[in-house]
């Protein structure tokens, strides 16, 4: 059986926390390996993923990942959230540089995601089982892709265990990022983050800010379906699972769904593989 993971967002109001418990305890039922919790940057919001990861691991039972990112935090800050996330009983960190939302001027102590998982490493040892983002479409901040490349292998080399893609809809990019890094000596499993598609507009907007290609042809198709929800559904569960299968068959080492705190559309795509 492929490893599955899922990410959650941490709520902010009671009713975002309702849906949240309604999604965890329906996804938990795949018996994932672990969930992880996204880090909003700066201000209020950093309290809210400690108290999610909280959430999720005492209501819910699950074992909760939390994301760190470098954005908004110093050292100091990221320093006690590491503490505090040891306390939990968490061992897994998702390590991110985070981007800086705008109208925000403060990027913390640490400027790239290498600086902070050395900062892990360096404060924790072999504590934590450190992940980190890449992107098989390439960062769309990176000078250019070898650059990329070269900057990812360095999160690895300087601790990092683990990598998780920013979600595609084409598997060639992600089995062509596999083997760049392979030929630079990156051994760690790149497990590929997969977006399961609920709301084709939102996700044109989220894609066009992150750099992830949604390919023509998938746009036209949903573009055809008009009005037709339905027939949107099942097209998109259809393409993201097949694409999951290619996946694994092509030695994806797990699959990590970002799950916008909804049960549906992962599972109709898990219940398709
Ligand atoms: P880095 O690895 O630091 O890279 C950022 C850019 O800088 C890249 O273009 C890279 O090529 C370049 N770079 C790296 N090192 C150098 C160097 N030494 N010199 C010059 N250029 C360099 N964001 C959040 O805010 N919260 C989250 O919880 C969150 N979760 C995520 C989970 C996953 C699995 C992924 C893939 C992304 C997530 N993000 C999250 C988004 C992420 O923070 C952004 O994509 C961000 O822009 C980059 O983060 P990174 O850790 O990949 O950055």
Same mark, same amino acid.
């Given at each position: ?17 309702? @849906? ?9 039922? @795949? ?10 940057? %700066? ?17 819910? %039972? ?31 960190? &998702? ?20 600086? !902070? &998982? ?15 983002? =890449?992107?098989?479409? =390439? ?26 893609? @920013? ?5 060639? +990019? ?18 590929? %983050? ?29 573009? #055809? ?11 998109? +569960?259809? !393409?993201?699972?097949?694409? =999951?299968?290619?996946?694994? #068959? ?24």
């Amino acid at each position: 059986m492929t490893p599955i993971s899922f990410e959650f967002y941490p709520p902010k109001t009671d009713e975002q926390r309702a @849906q949240l418990d309604k999604a965890a305890a329906r996804l938990k039922l @795949q018996n994932p390996e672990y969930v992880s919790c996204t880090f909003g940057a %700066g201000g209020s919001t950093l309290s809210y993923t400690p108290e999610t990861v909280e959430r999720l691991h005492k209501t819910h %039972g699950l074992d909760a990942a939390p994301h760190l990112s470098c954005v908004g935090g110093t050292r100091a800050e990221l320093g006690e959230l590491l503490e505090r996330y040891k306390a939990m009983g968490c061992h897994r960190i &998702v390590a991110l540089r985070g981007d800086l939302p705008s109208g925000m001027g403060h990027t913390g102590d640490f400027r790239y995601a290498t600086e !902070l &998982v050395e900062f892990i490493r360096r404060e924790h040892d072999g504590f934590f089982h450190i992940e980190v983002g =890449c992107y098989p479409e =390439c960062h769309p901040q990176a000078d250019d892709a070898h650059a990329d490349l070269r900057h990812f292998k360095a999160k690895i080399d300087a601790g990092a265990d683990g990598a998780i893609t @920013q979600y595609f809809y084409n598997a060639d +990019a992600y089995f062509r990022f596999v083997d760049d890094v392979r030929r630079l000596g990156v051994t760690v499993p790149i497990v590929p %983050g997969i977006m399961p598609i609920s709301n084709f507009s939102q996700l044109r907007r989220f894609s066009d800010a992150c750099g992830a290609e949604i390919p023509r042809w998938i746009g036209k198709r949903m573009q #055809a379906f008009g009005d037709d929800a339905e027939s949107i559904r099942e097209f998109a +569960a259809d !393409l993201v699972a097949s694409m =999951c299968q290619r996946l694994v #068959a092509g030695g994806a080492p797990g699959l990590h769904f970002y799950t916008l705190n909804l049960s549906k559309p992962t599972l109709s795509v898990i219940s398709r593989l």
